[in-house]
């Protein structure tokens, strides 16, 4: 077998086997094919597509090219759960010790952030001591004892998409619906969950700009989770603005602590349980959505979920005293409002401009390197359909910079339109996708 051959067909329009496919991705990893032969033929796949069993022969590949989450010892189904990334997309800090409060195991890998804002482990970080630096006995072990665990992804999950990845970030060849779906459900498979539920954006605040986009990207990555042996559901969930009100990693942790005590943001807690429903019903904890959403509420309103945050942080060395004393979590030293320049109903929020307005703030990393400030970020005070008077602060600013406070708070206030008109209101759900052959 050549690699040659393999571009040549591609080329040509011709369906790669499953052994051509894990030819080149094994050869990949292992440093034996260059990059240059490697671009070529991510280009081709670009311009001539890959059929469904393309895609998930190299969703497999890339899978076995590293270590599998071997889940075997947890008992019970294990659940999990992937958001493709939004502003203000803090769902995994609520939605996982509420999830397991009704029972069902959540062992998850999470990554750190690179962009407007921190990852889940950035986020939770922000407790005092906490870590995902965890053995796999450990995270084992934690998941069958309290219920959730979540670790950071090491280097041996999934490394060909790791590799693969870097390489169509710099030759143009990101934006392939197979690439996409196959990358994020290589890291899903490997990290070894029975059933797998995804929150797919769309919006100005999501990788995928358009509805009908993100739709695409939802359907196929559930019929690779199908074909892989996986139970897998899609939410479709707008991001044309963030989501709930807090944009910035402590900050959003006291707003996912807020959720748990029954006091979160509607649009928040609407996508928790619709999220949360999808979990127990893949998880066998509930027949349809109703009962499900009831058992969520209930996990809510008994204090259940709060007490199984405290349990998940103390088990990962944080300090549990702060969920139930919020205030002992980072805080920034300038706290100031941006004011409407004009009274009229938010009409729009530019929502990736508002995760910019993070970054400056230094909540998120230009570079994998950076150092993110957990305390800072913005608070929205008026969302999308609310009413302004000028003056009224539209949001407050949590900075440690002045110059920075003053750049996010000129941003922000570019990235909102004031109409006289109130618009329509957009349903957060969009839709749910589901397998059918």
């Not at 077998?1 to 086997?17: A, F, N, P, V």
């Not at 407007?116 to 995902?132: Q, R, V, Y």
């Amino acid at each position: 077998m050549r690699m040659y051959d393999i571009i040549m067909k591609k080329r040509s329009g011709g369906e790669l086997t499953k052994e051509e496919i894990a030819y080149f991705i094994e050869g990949y990893t292992k440093g034996e094919i260059p990059d240059y032969q490697v671009s070529a033929l991510m280009m081709a796949i670009y311009f001539q597509k890959m059929t469904q069993q393309e895609t998930l022969a190299l969703t497999m590949a890339m899978a076995d090219s590293g270590d599998r989450l071997d889940l075997s010892e947890i008992h019970g189904v294990k659940v999990d759960k992937h958001s493709t990334g939004g502003v203000g997309d803090k769902t995994s800090l609520a939605l996982a010790p509420m999830v397991a409060a009704c029972g069902i195991s959540v062992a998850k890998m999470s990554g750190r952030g690179l962009g407007h804002t921190g990852g889940t482990i950035d986020k939770l970080e922000s407790f005092p001591g906490f870590t995902t630096s965890l053995t796999t006995d450990r995270f084992i072990e934690n998941v069958n004892r309290i219920g959730i665990a979540i670790m950071g992804q090491t280097a041996d999950l999934a490394p060909a998409d790791k590799k693969l990845y870097a390489l169509r970030d710099v030759t143009a060849t990101v934006d392939n619906l197979s690439l996409i779906a196959s990358s994020i459900m290589s890291k899903k498979l490997a990290a070894g969950a029975d059933a797998i539920v995804l929150d797919v954006k769309t919006g100005s605040g999501a990788f995928m700009k358009q509805e009908k986009d993100a739709r695409a990207l939802a359907e196929e990555m559930v019929k690779i989770g199908a074909n892989a042996g996986r139970k897998t559901v899609a939410v479709i969930s707008d991001m044309d603005q963030p989501l709930g009100y807090a944009v910035g990693n402590a900050l959003e942790v006291k707003e996912a602590i807020d959720t748990l005590k029954g006091k979160g943001p509607e649009d928040f807690v609407e996508l928790c349980l619709t999220l949360g429903s999808q979990m127990l019903m893949a998880g066998g904890k509930a027949e349809d959505s109703e009962a499900a959403e009831a058992m969520l509420k209930a996990v809510i309103s008994d204090g259940s979920a709060l007490r199984k945050l405290a349990e998940f942080v103390e088990a990962q060395g944080g300090d549990s005293q702060a969920v139930y004393h919020p205030e002992m979590l980072p805080k920034a030293a300038i706290v100031q409002p941006v004011p409407a320049p004009e009274s009229g109903y938010v009409s729009h929020i530019v929502c990736d401009e508002v995760g910019l307005c993070s970054l400056i703030l230094g909540g998120g990393r230009e570079t994998k390197d950076s150092e993110i400030d957990l305390s800072v970020g913005l608070v929205l005070c008026k969302k999308v359909g609310d009413y302004v008077e000028a003056g009224e602060p539209l949001a407050v600013i949590h900075a440690n910079d002045p110059s920075r406070a003053a750049e996010a708070s000129e941003r922000y206030r570019r990235a909102c339109s004031i109409t006289a008109e109130k618009p329509e209101k957009v349903p957060l759900i969009k839709g749910i996708v589901r397998y059918v052959q």
